[in-house]
């Protein structure tokens, strides 16, 4: 199965959670079973998401207890399955939210694998099952093993600590401004200054646009000044709509509030703009009047993750623009303290654990 002559490791050492509100436990957990196309990888660092609180505090549904999360993950490749050809031993690699898929659906086979449709087979990092059915694990932890085909060697401009994010937060916030072309012609409107939205003010003023930072207060402004934006938008100003309205080729959302109105934002687009959704709220936006969808003409759309040439196109993109996120360290023993940090409110903007 592998290239490499020792007995293949069959378990790992990561931050369970067993149920929700109980935490996390550093205990053994086991390895996916190696096969032919199968990486293993000493994890060195993983970003942490707000995938990962949702998911160990079921806001998504009942997560598959125990769960060991993370899925912005980088480290050192240890193995590799007889028919791996794109990583080998030694190599700093990453694997982001997505593990695997069927490779054969109508989806995987225009090149939008992130979207495969063929259940069991769209494997997620963690909380989820490979078609043998071996759970799948994320990050939080000391190893991992799963399908080359996820998994991609990290620029050599890159560092580890800094490529990690790019694995989830990164390519949520690339694919979809690449996939609607955004450039210097574009004025995107990025809404949410957090995790995701920091790296979409970055994108797209590297893709050349101007970018409007967009927040429901002034708390932010000086912090989207310095990640590069041109201009800062609150969104309860009427004087500040006003100035906007009709001027955005695009909106970038990573984050709103239930206060959310269609009407107010989709009149701040041009006829013809892009509204993108990649935030993932626990409660549903509003109805949309059709009144208001067909006065504004504008295009809505969602986006989710990215798929492996999305991610390799964001990764060649970044070393040569010097996208670099913001990020705040913590050891792996301090797992626990920064998913209470991360709860609080603090990342300023991401934070990465560091084995």
């Not at 990453?94 to 695997?100: E, H, K, T």
């Not at 449709?117 to 694990?137: A, C, I, L, M, Q």
């Not at 809505?300 to 196109?313: F, L, N, T, V």
Request: glycine content about 12%; overall charge neutral.
């Amino acid at each position: 199965m592998s290239t490499t002559t020792e007995a293949a490791p069959t378990t790992f050492h990561g931050w369970a959670c067993h149920g929700k509100g109980q935490g996390m436990v550093w205990q053994e957990l086991p390895l996916r079973v190696e096969d032919d196309y199968s990486v293993d990888m000493d994890v060195t660092h993983c970003g942490i998401c707000g995938s990962d609180i949702h998911t160990m505090e079921s806001h998504w549904g009942k997560a598959n207890y125990p769960v060991c999360v993370g899925h912005e993950i980088a480290g050192i490749c240890t193995r590799v399955g007889k028919k791996v050809t794109n990583v080998k031993v030694g190599d700093r690699i990453g694997v982001g939210a997505q593990s695997g898929s069927c490779q054969e659906c109508k989806a995987c086979k225009m090149g939008c694998e992130n979207l495969c449709r063929n259940y069991g087979h769209h494997v997620g990092t963690y909380n989820g099952f490979w078609p043998n059915g071996d759970k799948s694990f994320g990050g939080y932890a000391d190893r991992w093993r799963g399908d080359c085909r996820f998994v991609f060697k990290i620029p050599d401009n890159l560092t580890n600590e800094v490529a990690c994010t790019f694995f989830c937060a990164g390519v949520t916030t690339y694919a979809p401004l690449k996939r609607h072309h955004v450039g210097p012609d574009s004025v995107v409107g990025v809404m949410g200054i957090g995790g995701l939205g920091h790296y979409g003010i970055m994108w797209a003023k590297a893709m050349g646009a101007t970018v409007v930072a967009m927040s429901h207060n002034d708390k932010k402004r000086e912090v989207a000044k310095e990640l590069g934006a041109d201009d800062y938008l609150v969104t309860s100003d009427e004087e500040g709509l006003k100035k906007y309205k009709g001027e955005l080729t695009h909106i970038l959302c990573t984050g709103t509030g239930r206060d959310f109105e269609w009407k107010t934002y989709l009149g701040l687009c041009r006829p013809m703009g892009t509204f993108i959704n990649v935030g993932l709220p626990e409660w549903n936006f509003p109805e949309l009047n059709a009144m208001t969808l067909g006065a504004n003409q504008v295009n809505i759309c969602g986006s989710a993750i990215g798929s492996p040439s999305e991610i390799q196109d964001m990764l060649k993109f970044a070393a040569e623009k010097n996208v670099r996120p913001w990020i705040k360290k913590y050891s792996m023993k301090d797992a626990p303290k920064a998913v209470e940090d991360f709860n609080a409110g603090l990342p300023r903007f991401r934070f990465v654990l560091e084995n």
